[in-house]
């Protein structure tokens, strides 16, 4: 009974220092006190097992095994939820997996600006380190390519099932033009067809009914708006300039003046200038509105509400010309003469 009473005693020791041992590793930090914070991902599909061991080599907790037991005894292992979170090896255990399970991953911003062409959106992800730019371009389309000649490349992903205002899009060129120009918060771990579905949403609410309802009455398509905004966007800068010059540009494709729009030729050439030079003015491109009559083949930017507004809402006036100043004002002329005096005194 004696020595019975003995292995009691020690078994209920070991129960307790066990006991003690647990309590310890899940409840007290690996770095009681500590401020320090460490970007932790967790990635889509990853399991319990595959956290707990990262957050162990990353010095964040002490025990991975333990870590697992005590989410899947709470019933948090699989609410565990992907993306980049700031965690601490201050924190305890309870504290990370409610925190995993919670979902307050840290969001990153990014910036597309109004203007930007699939170019300059493709070469912001990239120097940041996001993606590959080429990875834009294979979802979206390459710019300038008219793949119904292109036959060696494949297409782009069609999104007209999934927003119907690409509908009336031609199949044959990109998406320039409708990734909507705004700030968006993203999680590291999104994949740039969803940061595309995300721009894609934002310009389907923007274009609202309204909006919609005077492009039908109008008898012209949203794409034929989206084109006309993106030379918008790209000749001038104040929305009461904007309004003037869409009603410019509208009265020269119903007069069957070609449009002569030099951002077309600099979205050809893919120079960042204003001086255009004899010799671009001849490359033979559908994106050549000073070669071709009518709207170029697709847009040449990704225009803001502003710019989309004053092409479906043009102003009429006496003037069929105008130029920017190098200081970005705009210099409106009724005739011929008037604009290249303009130009001889504000473009030296």
């Known amino acids: 009974m004696k020595y019975f009473s003995i292995i009691v005693l020690i078994f209920v020791i070991v129960v307790l220092l066990a006991c003690f041992f647990v309590f310890h590793e899940i409840y007290s930090p690996k770095e009681p006190g500590s401020d320090k914070t460490v970007s932790f991902l967790v990635k889509q599909g990853e399991g319990t097992g595959e956290i707990s061991i990262n957050l ?6 002490k025990n991975s095994y333990l870590f697992r037991v005590y989410a899947l005894i709470l019933g948090q292992a699989e609410k565990l939820q992907a993306g980049e979170y700031e965690l601490s090896p201050g924190m305890n255990v309870p504290e990370i997996v409610d925190k995993l399970a919670s979902g307050e991953a840290v969001k990153k911003t990014i910036i597309i600006i109004e203007g930007w062409n699939l170019r300059d959106i493709g070469w912001y992800f990239e120097n940041k380190g996001m993606f590959v730019a080429e990875e834009l371009f294979e979802l979206v389309g390459f710019p300038l390519i008219d793949y119904s000649e292109a036959i060696d490349m494949p297409e782009p992903k069609d999104f007209s099932e999934e927003f119907d205002f690409l509908g009336d899009k031609p199949k044959n060129i990109s998406l320039e033009g409708y990734l909507f120009p705004d700030t968006y918060e993203i999680f590291p771990e999104e994949g740039i067809e969803e940061i595309v579905i995300r721009m ?5 609410k923007k274009l609202n009914s309204e909006l919609r309802e005077e492009i039908i009455s109008q008898g012209k398509s949203i794409f034929e708006i989206v084109t006309m905004a993106s030379l918008i966007e790209k000749e001038v800068r104040t929305f ?6 869409s ?7 119903e007069s069957k003046m070609p449009l002569q729009v030099d951002a077309t030729i600099s979205y050809i050439t893919g120079r960042k200038t204003t001086k255009i030079t004899k010799e671009e003015l001849k490359i033979d491109s559908l994106y050549n509105t000073y070669k071709y009559k009518g709207l170029p083949l697709g847009p040449i930017s990704n225009p803001g509400i502003e710019s989309i507004i004053a092409a479906v809402y043009p102003e009429k006036s006496e003037f069929w010309f105008y130029l920017s100043t190098p200081k970005g004002e705009t210099i409106f002329s009724q005739t011929l003469k008037e604009h290249s005096e303009a130009a001889a005194k504000y473009l030296k």
């Open 247 to 253: 009603g410019i540009l509208w009265k020269r494709l």
């Open 56 to 61: 162990k080599e990353q010095g964040i907790i």
């Open 240 to 245: 009461e300039d904007k309004k003037i010059v």
């Open 200 to 204: 894609l949403a934002n310009f389907d």
